[in-house]
């Protein structure tokens, strides 16, 4: 067990009916020495499935009053929007972190949320080479997202499918834009592995993601931790860091301020 995981003060994890890799994102130790904060920022895999009683645990007792949904239009049609949005007191946000060409010829929506390119070998670069294309080609979506975050009065669920790329890209960048160690955030977004087979059961149950992932592998799809770090280091190279980038997509300092002192206790 590494020397983050041994000083968080508790179970992270947030065990409901209707998800599998839902998760607290405090905790986490900066590189100032303080730790994020719990009830604040929460991710996840997709909504659909959550039961009654789910929806009044994170509404009552981890006070999520925004959802950050990262999945595509078409995926939403697909499978649907989820009970939260029957909750008159969330406000829930689109911002899909996949660009959709008008006219190009397209694989399904599952294919290209779960990133299936036939052929590719899905090693670390592949999936940090990925989530680069997420800032490249949707930059205002990632700044959006973050931007919820930051002005959210209770907690955020940020979610798409898997909980794993679309939202650790996500959540990542939050994560280096308010200082966490970056260790820290290499090790949360490695943490899903250990539910990676109940994430992939889990789509498999739903046709549209079925048909996408019987083309791949178990290791396909893992989050490796050299994956993170390439993106970190890409993005300390190549911007300065997240505060830095978010700074370039019109963020103000005090937009900076406020995103931390939401997240760091």
Known sequence: MSSVQQDQPRDRWITLDGVVNMRDIGGLPTRSGERTAYGRLIRSDNLQDLSPADVRTLVEEHHVRDIVDLRTGDEVRVTGKGPLWAEESLAHHHHSLIERLSGAATTTAAEDALAVVKGARRDAKFWADHYAGYL???????????????????AT???CAAGKDRTGTIVALTLDAVGVAPEAIVEDYALTAERLEQIIERLMS?????????????????????TMESILAMLHDQHGGAAE????????????????????G
Do not use: F, N
């Open 136 to 154: 490249d080609r949707r930059a205002d979506s990632v700044s959006a997202a973050i931007g919820v975050i930051a002005r959210s009065e209770g």
């Open 245 to 264: 980038w978010l700074r370039a997509q019109g963020w103000r300092p005090d937009d900076l301020d406020r995103l931390r002192r939401k997240l760091v």
């Open 157 to 159: 669920i940020v979610h």
């Open 206 to 226: 739903s046709e549209s993601y079925a048909m996408a992932l019987r083309t791949q592998r178990l290791e396909d799809q893992l989050p490796r931790r050299e």
